[in-house]
């Protein structure tokens, strides 16, 4: 082995010790590609927009303000990506996956009324949301990584995700609230003497998190009692409107090793801004229906994608991909039936576009396609549970997301690659399961 590639090794093995992570995550997370709650799951989120429950801090911290009952929810997301690939020329038949790594949440929600902290006693309510990976036990877990056989945008592990906001009624039938998205930018700092064997002697690491905050803001609009307090057509309908701030986490990485007999004064490495997750700017507007035993919800989400490219211009690992993203609209429909006062379907459909414009991106190599997502369940309500002083409800929700087949061209400079074909076809589907109990108090 030349001497080069001995302190190019060593070197190496000095960042991966700092870069060390159990996880892929990817560049959504799990509120946004699936849902928060399982009536999210089930509506495809056409009546997220909507929802009075805690995690209105996420999609509109105003609706918290359309039911005064505190609520203290618990729920679990487990979703299951099959993606797979095809070669897209002639010649032998090749086929694989992609990824089938799942997303495991554990998501807590806690909704209060504080109203008895102002004297006033204007109505105000609290709400705070936690979600985190693997069922809680793994909270920070990430990986950025090139590719020479490709990965998906949207889909693998999601990262720490928190959110607290607040809601108050405004004005005759308005309501407004405001929710801020909390991040975390991680640092750190390797110092260490590397041997030629591949050991480390001396070594010093510093991590510290800095926190990132971003804005969610949002109005509910009861537009008959907005317009015509003495009834009208506008009665039954509803609108809201919202603002979800762009968020990321970002974790830089400075080591200096030094190599006895080789580089003793030691050579700096950085590794800068790798972007492990992002979530856009995300305008939603909203209208819901409400029929008497059923309720119609109609939601259509402009999604800025395109500043993504802008961020990994930065990311010292993704940069060379030359991505390109473009902004989308989501559509989504949702249905509310009420079997009894206690039992409750729920259904909806979406059709998400890709934002991803690029079909090469070299060494990143990043997948995704359009896709539609259904999603249906079921919530039972228990007014006068054992043990129990306040009903509980328990909510059951799946959803199915169809990704549409679409050509990639994979370019590496890794002679080493694993041998997927240089140009493939990409489908695949998701399954998704979600389970949630509340007290309401």
């Known amino acids: 082995m030349s001497r080069n590639s001995i302190t190019t090794n060593l070197l190496s093995a000095g960042v991966m010790l700092a870069l060390s992570s159990t996880a892929a995550a ?3 997370n799990a509120p946004s590609t ?8 089930a509506s495809a989120q056409a009546f997220s927009i909507f929802s009075s429950s805690a995690n209105a801090v996420y999609y509109n911290p105003a609706a918290l303000a359309q039911d005064g009952r505190g609520q203290l929810t618990g729920a679990i997301l487990h979703g299951e990506p099959d993606l797979g690939y095809k ?5 032998p038949a090749r086929s694989g996956r992609i990824t089938d790594e799942p997303s495991q949440q554990l998501i807590l929600g806690l909704k209060a009324d504080a109203s008895d902290l102002l004297t006033t006693g204007h109505p105000i309510y609290l709400a705070l949301m936690l979600g985190s990976e693997e069922y809680g036990r793994e909270m920070l877990g990430f990986s950025s990584q090139t590719s020479d056989s490709g990965q998906y945008l949207t889909y693998g592990r999601n990262p720490l995700f928190l959110n607290v906001g607040a809601a108050t009624p405004i004005w005759r039938g308005i309501d407004f609230g405001a929710a801020i998205n909390i991040t975390l930018n991680n ?4 110092d260490s003497q590397l041997e030629l064997n591949g050991e480390t002697r001396q070594e010093v690491l510093n991590v510290s998190a800095e926190t990132v905050y971003r804005p969610n803001v949002g109005f509910n609009v009861a537009l008959g009692e907005t ?3 003495d009834g009208c057509f506008l009665d039954r309908m509803s609108a809201a409107v919202a603002f979800r701030g762009h968020s990321q986490t970002e974790t830089s990485v400075d080591a200096t090793p030094v190599v006895n007999g080789l580089i003793p004064g030691g050579l700096p490495l950085r590794v800068a801004n790798v972007i492990e997750g992002y979530q856009p700017d995300i305008y939603s507007v909203g209208l819901r229906y409400d029929m008497g035993r059923a309720r119609l919800a109609f939601t259509g989400e402009f999604q800025q994608w395109s500043d993504l490219g802008d961020e990994f211009s930065s990311d010292t690992i993704k940069d060379q991909g030359m991505l390109e993203f473009k902004d989308t609209f989501v559509p989504r429909v949702g249905l509310e039936f009420d079997f009894t006062d206690a039992l409750m ?5 979406a059709f998400e576009e890709s934002p991803l414009d690029s079909d090469v991106s070299p060494d990143v190599n990043y997948l995704d396609a359009d896709k539609v997502v259904i999603g249906v369940g079921l919530s039972a309500t228990f007014k006068n549970p054992p043990l129990l002083a306040w009903p509980l409800t328990v909510d059951l929700a799946y959803q199915y997301q169809q990704l549409d087949e679409r050509r990639f061209d994979i ?7 694993s041998g997927t074909p240089t140009s493939l076809k990409t489908d695949g589907d998701v399954n998704v399961f979600s389970g949630s109990v509340t007290l309401k108090f």
């Open 34 to 41: 699936f849902g928060m709650f399982p009536s999210d799951v």
């Open 87 to 91: 070669d897209a020329v002639g010649g």
């Open 187 to 190: 640092k750190a700092d390797l």
């Open 26 to 28: 990817g560049m959504s």
């Open 411 to 417: 370019v590496t400079t890794n002679t080493a690659s």
């Open 345 to 349: 379907l729920t259904t909806g459909v």
């Open 227 to 229: 317009f015509c307090p």
